[in-house]
């Protein structure tokens, strides 16, 4: 169907069309609602670690691998440590269980906090603690400390406040003391703290000034004098050189205080100064924490709320409660997404008021905002129903920002087209108008929408979940409302039309919303008559302000990519709410400065052998990880594999990486057998110390399988080394030792060991007659590296993403212009405009993290717009004006049509600042300068370079014939458009835009025989009516991807 035949259709049968659209709506509606899950905010972080990649897939296979083994042989479909017939032989098995949500806490516990650090699991529940509370039942007697404290030591489980101070803490005055105590005080004696502690709530926190009173043999905090808090603080400065310097199982080992490997002062041996420096202060800030006795969770949210209004109150005194750890930031999360639409409310309320304000009619505005709610259920079902993505992230909801603004793009587009051509043809002419608004129209949004869409498609290359949902779901909301734009929004106008909708027109000229109404357009018109005015700037000191905006684009690169730089994310916590609230303040400013938090143990090297690690898990199922695939081993029993192994477990030895600072035992299956043969007596069995590695095939499968039995019976868990048996045979190896690498969130040190390790493994592997038969043995450090790998992630798609979207942006501006020199032109305008957006990001400490990456890679889609409009009115330009003279034509075509846009998206993201949810924030943030930076290059930038470089006349100027038509313009026809195109420009004056009734955005359409219409019509409408400054006003264009609200024309009134 032709757009002439569709044209005819949505002049007929506007009614049909919008019935079958929102027959279609509903269905979809009545499907995504009865059928399709809702979606779930309640981990916001699901989805946030990358898939498919080598580090995850190793880390899935490994996990497989353990879920799959057996604790015990009861199972012949899971892995075992033994043969089964050895079960006999085999002794009692350790019979503990230890679950796959134990393990991994477990390992998340290893790669990042040391074992002093004890999970949540601790306090599993109000009411129910460690055995060390119930002590009294079981009739081991109290610690004096416990007594004091009711709890041996303070628990990663318990709710935790951090207090700044004013002044160092070994040089506390006693006055802030007091305040101190006062404070936690008030905390423990508040209403909402009694129904969520611990006990009777009689316990002492865990807390500087407690401790203080408990080493100074005082009851209560209260009753600490001067002189105790003083000598308590220089025993902690005289103390301070042991906790650095002496193993961390001297403060816990009872008797060891004062053995030789310890040496520690006699003044200094005591638990509690330990725990002041491990748990409670800080070394190297004055922060203090207090440990209540309130398990973390949601029924502490009313002390919470409670609590931050102490934090507001506590700001600029001695003490100020300064953070909070209640376990409630994802709780908190959740309640934001919802009390934030408030913020996104105001947005929409924002652009419906500019709708309203620009189209005078509350039927159009409240269509508009039909069919931006339609794009977004539309886009829901095709992502749920279609694409068959379940997972839906939270990032998702940023789109509905995206749709709010592109659909008042498009109506802007559309309407201001409509009415040009309605008042530069016969009105009366239903049809025809329809036709070239469609025509124009439609060209000018798929041209805007095809950027935005491609700037969204481009980043779906990245491995990481959310983000790929994430601009999958954004891309199909454009191209979704693109379909709607063309339907629903042309039929809704023929409507308002043909059936003369004016009871919704509520502009009456004596009304007083009518005069309100005109009063602001009053305002806006001089605010665009003294923008346009200043074009002079521009032209008179054009050589100023290339070398300017040329070093600022530099200066961007130089903060981009020298310092500070845009690095990877420094810390494996993500910030989800804005960046003062308490949790986040914790995790920020908190978490890094006690050690209790911030001290990490060394990463485990797992080698794993006949298991294969190719992930087979769905990508968009979060919840699927795969199962268990093995593969061929080799035959265990051959002297040279035996060899193999041997020698394997002695060159991972010799590895910088491997820690040579402790004895580790139990890592390698081939040694141990060894040693184990090597100690027994050949009087009872016949695998004793006489035989002579390698051993015989038989001998050893025998004497594997009775080590297996005879030692794999307790002490171990799922995840320890050793071979596991199938079948009655080995199916899989594993190889385990400790590195001497900390996990840590530096990411040249993370590389570096993912490297070292990669490399010895491909060295050792390669050139061997095993090496096929292996097949690839992987390796793991439990979850260490999975931050590694999302940082590794980051780094390698985004630079990628931006590279696609400039190469579509690229070929985008080419084919709109078909001009080589505007092509480049445009693209400089561009490139230094994303160097200054990304340049400021960097100086305001924006890290290269999922949000981040995601914003980030819609600043070429988003800064492209401005320089293409400049481009194509200086493309549709008179050909006998000089550069400058064309410049100053274009800017008067687009330049209050730019400033307008740019005022319309500096407005929505301002309305995102005051949110709660950081990515609403951040957006905001991203908005406002991706919008200020672009106008200023296109405004000033732009027109400099064009003025010097721009092409003359037709200079490299491509021509092409639209397909179908017959001939060429004849040279008559050609001078007419030269002369009308004449006309137009003599008759403007600098205040007011350069109008037309052609679309800038469809140079195509331009050069087509369909233009030579206008001959036609205007034997009906002369063409010096259209100049005449009443009509000029009503003809103009929308030139803008965000059109303007701000319009530089005459009053309608006489």
């Known amino acids: 169907m032709g757009r002439s035949r569709y044209a005819e259709l949505l002049t007929h049968y506007p009614v049909p069309i919008l019935a079958v659209i929102l027959v279609v709506v509903c269905s979809c509606t009545l499907l ?30 490994w996990h497989s691998l353990v879920e799959n083994t057996a604790i015990s042989s009861g199972s012949r479909d899971l892995l075992t440590f033994y ?120 316990c002492r926190s865990f807390s500087l000034v407690n401790y203080v009173a408990y080493l100074s043999n005082r009851s209560s905090c209260f009753d600490v004098t001067q002189p105790d808090l003083t000598s308590t603080l220089q025993l902690l400065q005289y103390c301070y050189t042991f906790y650095e310097t002496i193993p961390f199982d001297c403060w816990y080992g009872g008797g ?182 469609f025509e124009h129209a439609s060209t000018a949004m798929f041209v805007t929408s095809a950027s935005t869409a491609t700037a969204f498609f481009a980043c779906t290359y990245t491995d990481i979940v959310s983000m790929r949902c994430f601009c999958i779901y954004a891309g199909t909301c454009v191209l979704v409302h693109y379909v709607i734009v063309i339907t629903w929004l042309p039929a809704c106008v023929v409507i308002y039309e043909k059936y003369a909708l004016r009871g919704c027109h509520v502009f009456g000229k004596e009304s007083k919303v009518g005069k309100l109404f005109r ?18 700037i521009i032209s008179t000191i054009s050589y100023a302000w290339l070398p300017l905006f040329l070093v600022i684009s530099v200066g961007g690169a130089i903060a981009l990519f020298g310092w500070p730089r845009l690095s990877p994310p420094s810390s494996d916590t993500f910030q989800m709410l804005s960046f003062r609230h308490p949790f986040e303040v914790f995790d920020r400013e908190v978490r890094k400065h006690v050690n209790f938090l911030s001290s990490y143990a060394s990463l485990p090297i797992t080698f794993v052998f006949g298991v294969s690690k190719a992930f087979n898990g769905g990508y968009f199922d979060i919840k699927s990880h795969g199962s268990l695939v093995l ?27 491997f820690d040579d600072s402790i004895i580790q035992s139990h890592g390698c299956f081939v040694e141990e057998l060894r040693t184990w043969i090597m100690v027994r007596s050949c009087a009872s069995d016949l695998c004793c110390q006489d035989l002579v590695f390698p051993y015989n095939q038989s001998v050893f499968s025998y004497c594997l399988d009775k080590y297996t039995a005879a030692t794999m019976t307790h002490g171990h868990t799922v995840a320890s080394p050793g071979v596991r048996y199938k079948n009655n045979k080995p199916a899989a190896v594993i190889i385990s030792f400790q590195s001497n690498v900390k996990a840590d969130y530096n990411y040249d040190m993370m590389e570096n060991f993912h490297k070292n390790v990669s490399t010895f493994l491909q060295k050792v592997t390669a050139n061997t007659e095993m090496n096929k038969e292996l097949y690839k043995p992987f390796f793991t450090a439990s979850g260490g590296l999975l931050f590694y790998d999302v940082q590794s992630t980051l780094l390698r798609s985004l630079p990628l993403s931006l590279a696609v979207v400039l190469l579509a942006s690229s070929i985008i501006v080419f084919v709109t212009t078909l001009n080589i020199l505007l092509t480049v032109a445009a693209l400089l305008t561009i490139s230094c405009s994303l160097l200054t957006t990304l340049g400021i990001l960097s100086l305001l400490g924006w890290e290269l993290n999922i949000l981040e990456s995601v914003i980030m890679s819609l600043a070429v889609g988003l800064s492209m717009d401005f320089p293409l409009h400049v481009a194509v009115a200086y493309r549709i330009s008179p050909l006998t004006q000089d550069r400058k003279q064309r410049v100053m034509t274009s800017l008067r075509h687009v330049g209050g049509c730019l400033t307008a ?58 021509r092409f014939k639209c397909c179908g038509r017959k001939g060429r313009r004849s040279t008559k026809d050609a001078a007419d458009k030269a002369t009308y195109s004449d006309e137009i ?50 003809s103009e264009m929308s030139y803008s991807r965000l059109s303007p609200i701000v319009e530089t024309y005459e009053s309608d009134e006489p």
């Open 256 to 437: 060891m205080f004062h053995s030789r490997r310890c040496n520690v002062s006699d003044r200094c041996a005591n638990e509690a100064i330990f725990e002041l420096y491990h748990y409670i202060i800080s070394t190297d800030k004055p922060i203090t924490l207090t440990f209540i006795h309130m398990a973390q969770g949601k029924p502490t949210y009313s002390l919470y709320t409670k609590l931050r209004n102490v934090i507001s109150k506590s700001r600029n005194k001695n003490v100020h409660l300064m953070a909070l750890n209640f376990g409630l930031k994802e709780h908190e999360f959740e309640l934001s997404l919802t009390s934030d639409i408030c913020w996104i409310s105001l947005a929409l309320v924002v652009v419906v008021l500019i709708i309203w304000i620009y189209t005078e009619s509350v039927f159009i505005t409240f269509m508009t905002c039909t069919s931006m709610a339609f794009t977004v259920i539309l886009s829901y079902t095709l992502y749920q129903f279609v694409f068959h993505i379940e997972y839906f992230p939270f990032l998702n909801l940023l789109a509905t920002i995206v749709v709010i603004g592109i659909g008042a793009d498009d109506l802007f587009i559309y309407w201001k087209t409509w009415i040009s051509i309605k008042h530069s043809r016969n009105a009366s002419i239903l049809e025809r108008i329809v036709t070239y608004t």
């Open 901 to 958: 846009a740019m005022l319309t998206t500096l407005v929505a993201g301002i309305c995102m600042l005051p949110a709660q949810v950081v990515a609403y924030v951040k957006l905001g943030t991203f908005l406002t300068l991706v919008i200020i930076s672009s106008w200023l290059y296109s405004m000033f930038f732009m027109p400099s370079l064009l003025i010097h470089i721009g092409p003359v006349g037709s200079f490299l100027q491509l």
């Open 83 to 202: 043969p089964l017939e050895e079960k006999a032989t085999a002794g009692t098995w350790n019979t503990t269980t230890s679950t796959v949500n134990e393990l991994y806490q477990r390992l998340r516990r290893s790669s990042s906090v040391d074992a002093s650090n004890e999970s949540d699991s601790e306090i599993t529940s109000y009411g129910t603690t460690t055995p060390d509370f119930y002590a009294p039942f079981t009739g081991r007697v109290l610690s004096p400390k416990e007594q004091f404290f009711c709890d041996s030591k303070p628990r990663g489980g318990y709710a935790q406040l951090a207090f700044s101070i004013s002044e160092d803490i070994y040089k506390m005055n006693f006055d802030t003391f007091t305040q101190l105590c006062q404070l936690q005080a008030d905390v423990e004696s508040s209403e909402y703290y009694k129904p969520v502690c611990q006990f009777d709530c009689m």
């Open 631 to 657: 593969q061929p081993l080799p035959d265990l029993s051959l002297p040279e594999t035996q060899l193999w192994f041997s020698n394997f477990c002695w060159e991972l030895r010799q590895q910088d990486f």
């Open 519 to 536: 009063s602001i357009h009053s305002q806006l018109t001089r605010l665009s008559r003294f923008l346009l005015n200043r074009q002079s």
């Open 985 to 1034: 420009s003599s008759e403007l004056t600098p205040s007011l835009p350069m109008t037309t009734s052609r679309s800038p955005l469809a140079p195509v359409i331009e050069e087509s025989a369909e233009e030579l219409e206008l001959s036609k019509l205007e034997q009906i409408t002369p063409a010096s009516a259209l100049l005449e400054p009443r009509n000029m006003a009503r």
């Open 32 to 61: 995504s609602v009865l059928v399709a899950k809702p979606p779930d905010f309640s981990d916001p972080l699901q989805g946030f670690i990358p898939r498919y990649t080598d580090i995850h897939s190793s880390y899935r296979a």
